[in-house]
């Protein structure tokens, strides 16, 4: 079995001009997480249902909220994370709509987030308040990659720090 830090090296690219790697920011490193291939994810999820264990605790997620993805993460962390041999549920984060039906289900529910890579965190900080407001009790964000720029509102448990970003000016 690779090291983490083998893993995600197979997937940094490095570049000498920084490079957009999202609606804000910019850096010289991006992953290419789509490369990754079944094994690496495996070995990847065993380290993140660890860390999402250990801050989670005493407190076991019910549901896993999906952010777009290239990879399988989500589900491979949904069957690690399962306490009665059932995978978790997944549900995509445009499904977090009020009025389709998930408001009340939602209510009360303890819920992961999950995405390839947190860069600032905005999408997540998005999705993070719509299941708040819907009723979620969301206990932390799990990524393959943390990039974000600090400390947000719960946990990143994620297998990586990445490299920084350059948050860029928007005004």
Known sequence: ??????IIEKVTERYSSPIRVGSRCEANVFYRVEYLSPEDIDTLTDHIAERIQKVCSPLDPELIISLPNYTELA???ARRLSTSGEPLEV????QLNPGNGKTSWLRGMN?????????????????????????????????????TFGPGPVPVAASFTGEPVRLLDMA
Do not use: Q
């Open 111 to 147: 819920v992961i987030l999950v995405n390839d890579v947190i860069t600032t965190a905005r999408s997540c900080l998005e999705v993070h308040t719509k299941a708040t407001v819907l009723g979620a009790t969301v206990l932390c964000w799990a990524a393959i990659i943390d990039r």
């Open 91 to 94: 549900v995509n984060a445009e």
């Open 1 to 6: 079995m690779e090291d983490i830090s083998t």
């Open 75 to 77: 589900k491979t962390l």
